[in-house]
């Protein structure tokens, strides 16, 4: 059986052995985790769009604020759960997506005040990369090799790793090179970055259907 690797804390080999070791436990089809993750989209969506509504209306920026902690800090406790108690995920999922729409509202509606237009074209070229991983995918123009997961999985524990490190440093007043600014060697880390996070989607196209499959 092909190693199932992610850079997901809370789906690992494990999560399935744990799965195939309770009999009562459904079993996982494609359409099912499509419609499960349409409904966490949608449950990500609903309190996404109040929160914009809310800020939007009142004119004032430090109206996000309180949502975007919020969201940050109750998502992290449902993300940690999660991750402990895989068990509970029916439960913390909707949980976990509630709380990212409030933070999500919240900075898209903060953002947006000071760069008119940019969520926008935020949601266009989320979709279109989705779109252009699943056909890349399918099409079998990036294959899910072992190395090809081990790279992408050891180079987003870096990504991860150095902005853990920035955000130590920050509170020092020590910048971290590259993380930010408009130099060409922060644009070429950023872009980095952005393909990494992209390439991630292919582990969960091949986590998906080693799951499905499996």
């Known amino acids: 059986m092909a190693l199932m690797r992610t850079s997901n804390p809370a789906l690992n080999a494990k999560t399935f052995a744990d799965l195939r070791r309770d009999p009562t436990a459904p079993a996982m089809t494609l359409e099912g985790t499509v419609n499960k993750a349409a409904f966490l989209l949608f449950l990500v ?20 604020g309180p949502w975007i902690a919020l969201g940050v800090i109750g ?22 997506a509630a ?22 074209q935020a949601v266009g070229l989320t979709f279109a990369t989705l779109a252009a991983m699943l056909l890349a ?35 020092f007043g020590i910048a971290m090179p590259f993380l930010q600014g408009t130099s060409t060697a922060s644009l070429v880390v950023s872009g980095v970055i952005v393909i990494v996070a992209a390439l991630n989607l292919i582990l969960d196209f091949d986590f998906i259907e080693t799951g499905v499959t499996g």
Not at 46 to 53: I, L
Not at 75 to 96: E, F, H, M
Not at 101 to 114: F, N, P, R, V, Y
Not at 151 to 159: F, S
């Open 45 to 64: 969506a609903v309190p996404a769009a109040w929160v914009w509504s809310q800020v939007r209306t009142a004119f004032d920026p430090a109206v996000a």
């Open 75 to 96: 998502g992290l406790i449902a993300a940690i759960v999660t991750i402990v108690k895989k068990a509970w995920s029916p439960v913390t999922a909707p949980i976990y």
């Open 99 to 120: 709380f990212e729409g409030l933070a999500l509202g919240g900075l898209s509606a903060l953002l947006e005040t000071k760069y008119p237009g940019i969520v926008m």
């Open 137 to 171: 995918y399918r099409s079998g123009l990036i294959k899910a090799t072992e190395k090809f997961k081990l790279g992408v999985v050891a180079a987003t524990g870096a990504i991860a790793l150095y902005y853990l490190i920035g955000l130590g440093l920050s509170f």
